[in-house]
């Protein structure tokens, strides 16, 4: 197989392999600078440089960009955040303040037990605790039961202005519902179009 211009030294030792038991399953390696990326084949694009249908959607652990392999032009879609995730002491201090059931094998706790008849008491806890990992996880709750794209949903505007306030804790759920990975925001989460509203107003503030 030809080897392309590397996007990270930009020598021509970038190659791709095929392994159908990863997700995605195809990567790119290049020999020179140890440099791994990893394609989603779903989504190709024509070009704006060479106007070449050449364009493929890559990622590594810092950013989700389009690379072209004909004129080796990229172009950012996101940095990717610190992944954070609820440590075991919120999920416990959240199921006993709410008297959530709270089992070993509930892989998603925050988003199995979140109710939105609860929504009030999580904002009012919200602004009670001090404790960043309680907030973040609280948060991820919030959002999972507002379901709206209404930016003027009162709801929203409370949960936006707390996001905003305290966007380095919670940089990565902002991010984690904007699936950058998905073009047709029909297919995404209903509140997904807010949320990318909101980080190309946070991001660039937050570099």
Known sequence: ???????????QDFTWSFDEENIPPTSWHCSNCGYTAC????????????????????????KIY??????????????????????????DFLAAEFNYRNEPHMQD???EVASAEDLDKYFAVYSRVNDDDIRFTLMMMIIEVLGTNDETNKDWLR???LLIENFSLHEYT??????????HIEDCFYITPLMRKLWQ??????P
């Open 174 to 183: 902002v991010f984690y519902w904007c699936i950058f990975d998905n073009e």
């Open 1 to 11: 197989m030809a080897l392309q211009i590397c996007p990270n030294c930009q020598q």
């Open 39 to 62: 394609e989603d084949e779903s989504f190709e694009r024509l070009c704006a440089t060479c106007n070449i249908k050449s364009e493929s959607r890559l990622a590594d652990d810092k």
């Open 66 to 91: 389009w690379w072209c392999s004909t004129c080796n032009t990229i172009t950012i879609i996101s940095k990717i955040p610190n992944y954070r995730y609820p440590t075991r002491a919120a999920i």
């Open 201 to 206: 107003e946070q991001a660039e503030k937050h």
């Open 109 to 111: 706790w925050e988003y």
């Open 159 to 161: 949960a936006k202005q």
